[in-house]
């Protein structure tokens, strides 16, 4: 059974520092997903990382994935408050190309 | 095309009451994803379309639960003889059958069972 696993689960940080959150998945995938939730809205599909090494970036986030360690990264650079919120990452399979999801990250930005 | 759509976007219903929802998803888009979210947790895939073919159903979609797409582009979820179990965010994405296959997600319907 594939399993999504994201640490830290909660994270709460001041504005302007530098954080990673990380995410270890079980089984062997090419693709991994990071997608923002702010409270009660729907997804917003952040990086589509399809290759070992594969690094994204956009604005302050920065996204890489190690198919070998079977580990992705999404990295917050002098984080500042509108990126709070809760973020996922998400690994096909399970389910055909149906994605299997971690329990997300919720992450609080002070000022 | 301005995205992923679901309706209703709520739904309160009684215990035992049938329920159905409905999303459209992207215009080009085949595959037709539908996940359910609690409270606190990710989202959990329930079935997948390509076209209109079924081509996945998880375990969690229990004989309760019934999704079509007819003409392979709006879907429909069913849930049967509701359950207080049941309430949660359901979600609707689609995606083309490009190498990337990235979900769009709608808005969501909650469901409230009382």
């Known amino acids: 059974e594939l399993k999504v696993e994201q640490n830290p689960l909660f994270l709460s940080m001041q504005e302007g520092k530098n954080y990673t959150i990380y995410c270890n998945y079980s089984?062997?995938?090419?693709?991994l997903y990071w997608y923002r939730q702010d409270p009660g809205k729907s997804l917003e599909s952040l990086f589509v990382l399809l290759s070992n090494g594969a690094v994204k970036q956009e604005g302050r986030l920065m996204a890489s994935l190690d198919t070998k360690a079977r580990l992705s990264t999404l990295h917050i650079t002098a984080a500042v408050h509108d990126l709070s919120a809760t973020y996922f990452c998400a690994v096909p399979g399970g389910g055909a190309d149906g994605l299997t999801f971690g329990k997300g990250t919720h992450l609080i930005i002070q000022p | 095309d301005t995205g992923v759509s679901q309706n209703p976007r709520h739904k309160i219903t009684k215990r035992g009451q049938n329920v159905t929802f409905r999303c459209d998803p992207i215009?080009?888009?085949?595959?037709l994803y539908w996940y359910r979210q609690t409270l606190g947790q990710g989202p959990e895939f329930l079935t997948y379309f390509q076209n209109e073919a079924q081509l996945e159903k998880s375990r969690l979609l229990s004989d309760r639960f019934s999704a079509e797409r007819p003409k392979g582009s709006f879907s429909t979820l069913e849930i049967q003889r509701t359950e207080q179990g049941d309430s949660a965010m359901y979600l609707c994405?689609?995606?083309?059958?490009?190498?990337?296959?990235?979900?769009?997600f709608g808005p969501g319907t909650r469901l409230t069972v009382t």
């Open positions: 994405a689609s995606s083309q059958d490009r190498e990337a296959y990235e979900q769009y």
């Open positions: 089984t062997t995938s090419d693709r």
């Open positions: 215009s080009e888009h085949n595959r």
